[in-house]
């Protein structure tokens, strides 16, 4: 049901924009105006939409004031003053509003969902796994996340393959398909295990070098397993993130030459700097996580490590994971990146780790917003592709309602998401 005054409120949102008869879209119909057929203009190539807002936040820093993003073909073509844009072309005006690059989450699982019971379903049959997969991608999508790093399970594969044929909605998915752990064996089954990966499509592999959070983070591998596996990995051209909790896991990772250590929650400023030294990414998933699994703990309690001991140990820890995020920050040269390790319950509310970084955390806006966006594409060795609003990038926008710089609570007021050209989704604001 519509109130009174949403047709008025979404007519001042959209202005006088129009939407390209190119733009397949999955919200719902009455959220839409279409005005010119692409074509209509001798002056304007078909396929060229125009996205205008209040700023542009190029994912690197800059701050661009009253600006539009001209999108064709799935590229940025060019991000131009509002009086250079191409006048025919079809426009979306968001008065108020701010564009973004689409945000990437550098750590999720993507398959990860409640059952009929409402318990987490461990063991699922595939099929429903992976339908689950595509709902939660739809979830992180419509929250302004275009890219995913799922660590990660069989079924993402088919996901992300039917996803980037382009019918299905979803995120950009890149998944490690399995992950490598003490079970794996030595290093010889390590190299196996990661050439049986990479053979099957992974894009990059998962180590567990510790312990779970909830069974005290301790090193559950040897210096020369990690050396086998990120040294096949990197053989192959894939990069490693590695699971690992504490200074022990993280520092062998860092002597192995991994990519990324994922979680740290009980690192020190010791393995901090050794992380920036060697040049790891540090991917601390500082918040959603904890407070996903204590507001669903009913829904996993119970379950293989979902113990009431499990729990404390993670709820006792969560001002020390805060702490590490902050010494991470002010750990010279080392690059934070934006991952939250969202399990079920949690796709879709990705942006709640932003909210508790600044609010907790002290980043500054600005920062979270590149660790949100062009850092998270370059861990993801894709910064020359995503992650930036600038021409020749792939055309992943977020616009938001008001200035993430000034509240971050912005970044959740998402008004319409652009992954790959196309317009997924846009919300009447009244509504
Ligand atoms: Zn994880």
Redesign the pocket.
């Known amino acids: 049901m519509e109130s009174p005054g949403a047709s008025t409120r979404r007519a001042r949102w959209l202005g006088a924009g129009c939407l390209a008869a190119l733009v397949a879209c999955s919200a719902p119909a009455d959220s839409l105006v279409a005005c010119s057929a692409p074509g209509e203009s001798p002056d304007v190539e078909p396929g060229v939409l125009v996205i205008t807002a209040d700023r542009v936040f190029d994912g690197r820093g800059g701050v661009l004031e009253e600006r539009g993003v001209v999108v064709h073909e799935g590229r940025i073509s060019a991000v131009l003053p509002l009086a250079d844009l191409p006048d025919a072309a079809p426009r979306l005006d968001f008065p108020g509003g701010s564009i973004l690059p689409g945000f990437v989450d550098t750590?999720v699982?993507l398959d990860w969902h409640f059952g009929e019971d409402g318990r987490l379903a461990r063991g699922a049959p595939p099929e429903q796994s992976a339908l689950h997969a595509v709902e939660n991608g739809i979830r992180m999508l419509e929250a302004g996340f275009t890219t995913i790093q799922s660590?990660g399970s069989p079924v993402d594969g088919p996901v992300r393959d039917i996803i980037a044929r382009g019918v299905v909605p979803g995120p950009r998915i890149i998944t490690s398909l399995g992950s490598l752990s003490a079970r794996t064996g030595g290093p010889d089954a390590m190299r196996a295990e990661v050439e049986r990966l990479a053979n099957r499509g992974a894009d990059a592999i998962k180590i567990f070098a510790s312990e779970s959070s909830r069974d005290g983070g301790g090193p559950t591998l040897s210096q020369e397993q990690l050396d086998a596996a990120c040294g096949a990995a990197r053989e192959r051209g894939l990069r490693t993130l590695v699971?690992a909790h504490g200074p022990v896991s993280a520092s062998r990772a860092a002597e192995a030459g991994c990519t990324t250590i994922?979680h740290g929650s009980l690192l020190d400023q010791a393995t901090l700097d050794l992380l920036a030294e060697r040049g790891l990414f540090f991917d601390p998933n500082t918040y959603l996580i904890v407070a996903n699994y204590l507001e669903q703990k009913e829904r996993y309690l119970g379950i293989g490590n979902y113990t009431e001991e499990g729990f404390a140990l993670m709820e006792a820890n969560i001002e020390g994971r805060m702490e590490v995020f902050r010494n991470g920050l002010a750990t010279a040269e080392l690059r934070v990146v934006f991952g939250t390790?969202a399990v079920a319950g949690a796709h879709g509310q990705n942006i709640r780790e932003a909210f508790a970084r600044v609010e907790q955390g002290g980043q500054a806006p600005e920062d979270l917003i590149v660790a949100l966006t062009s850092l998270a594409a370059e861990s993801l060795e894709l910064e020359d592709e995503i992650g930036t609003v600038a021409e020749g990038y792939v055309s992943d926008l977020v616009v938001v309602e008001g200035d993430p710089a000034a509240d971050v609570r912005a970044l959740g007021e998402v008004r319409l998401v652009v992954r790959d050209g196309r317009l997924h989704w846009l919300r009447d604001p009244g509504s």
């Open positions: 750590h699982h660590l699971h994922e390790d």
